[in-house]
């Protein structure tokens, strides 16, 4: 790999995580739904510094072209995002239906003492 796209690869990483790290301080982004991208930061950033782990991945695979590698490990990454996406969806939906449920039976018991109030 050339020196400057290696440093450039670098350089944009750690923009990548500082701006992580920036957000999570802020409190916009919540720690464990950041950590998949933390996790893929420290690993880009990792395989930034050193290319030749994409060679060495790529012939245990048996993938011939090091960019091939990088494929793969791009198509692994955005299968894992989905995946905690949808874990992320399903719990929200979950939470959003036992509110759904728990404010309905407010409201019918707000109805219920209002009409002993009026019956009073």
Same mark, same amino acid.
């Given at each position: ?5 290696? /440093?450039?690869? /670098? ?11 920036? @957000? &999570? ?7 464990? @739904? *950041?950590?998949? %991208? ?5 690993? &880009?950033? /990792?395989?930034?510094?050193? #290319? ?7 012939? %245990?695979?048996?993938?011939?072209? #090091?960019?091939?590698?990088?494929? $793969? ?5 955005? $299968? ?9 969806? *399903? ?15 407010? +409201?019918?018991?707000?109805? =219920?003492? =209002?009409?002993? +109030?009026?019956? =009073?």
């Amino acid at each position: 790999m050339n020196l400057i796209l290696q /440093i450039f690869l /670098i350089v944009c990483v750690l923009l990548f995580l500082i701006i992580i790290i920036y @957000y &999570l301080a802020k409190k916009k982004l919540n720690l464990k @739904y *950041s950590l998949t %991208w933390l996790a893929a930061g420290l690993g &880009l950033l /990792i395989l930034a510094i050193f #290319p030749q782990l994409v060679d060495m991945i790529g012939s %245990w695979v048996g993938i011939a072209a #090091p960019v091939n590698t990088v494929f $793969l490990f791009a198509g692994m990454f955005m $299968l894992l995002i989905i995946f905690t996406l949808t874990m992320i969806v *399903s719990h929200m939906n979950n939470r959003i239906y036992r509110l759904t449920q728990m404010q309905a039976l407010l +409201e019918k018991r707000v109805r =219920e003492l =209002e009409g002993k +109030e009026k019956h =009073e």
